[in-house]
């Protein structure tokens, strides 16, 4: 029911409020993931780190900001950005899939220094880098999903790595 009505589940929160460790809180929107560091306060919870997919655009990102590799990046990027050294998932109300953008954001941040207390995440290798997406481009049947990018869209995994290496070099 709580799902339905898209209240909190505060079993669920007490859960991990009980276990004293920082949120991971990813959310996606209509045009991009924001992804926060958030820890529990008498007063009120406390943002400790955020990151918005946008912000990908200044590292040279010039893709969707929704997909599982802008997912991967933000959560890369939070990690870099982020002093904390550990965190517990907070989904919300998702129900995780296979290839969930959760996924991708999780193993960006586990990537970038953050254990996120999870045994495994459910992630393949083509679509972190976006192969799943180029493939899907060059089928043709999109008409203008990526005119914006064009041609370019063939080079996303070199985009992909780009990226991935000026976020290596954040707070350097």
Do not use: C
């Amino acid at each position: 029911m709580m799902r339905k009505n898209k209240t909190t589940n505060y079993r669920a929160r007490l859960g991990m409020l009980k276990s004293r460790l920082p949120r991971l809180v990813v959310r996606k929107t209509n045009s991009m993931i924001i992804g926060q560091i958030v820890e529990y306060g008498e007063s009120g919870d406390k943002t400790l780190a955020s990151v918005y997919s946008k912000e990908l655009r200044s590292y040279g990102w010039n893709f969707g900001l929704k997909n599982s590799p802008a997912a991967y990046l933000s959560g890369f990027l939070l990690g870099k950005k982020s002093s904390a050294k550990e965190a517990i998932l907070d989904k919300g109300t998702r129900t995780l899939k296979k290839d969930s953008f959760i996924y991708y954001f999780m193993k960006g941040a586990s990537d970038a220094g953050i254990d996120v207390h999870t045994k495994e995440f459910d992630i393949t290798e083509d679509r972190l880098s976006g192969k799943h997406i180029v493939e899907y481009a060059s089928k043709g049947v999109t008409g203008n999903q990526f005119s914006a990018v064009g041609k370019t869209i063939n080079n996303m995994k070199d985009e992909f790595d780009n990226v991935l290496k000026k976020l290596n070099e954040y707070g350097k």
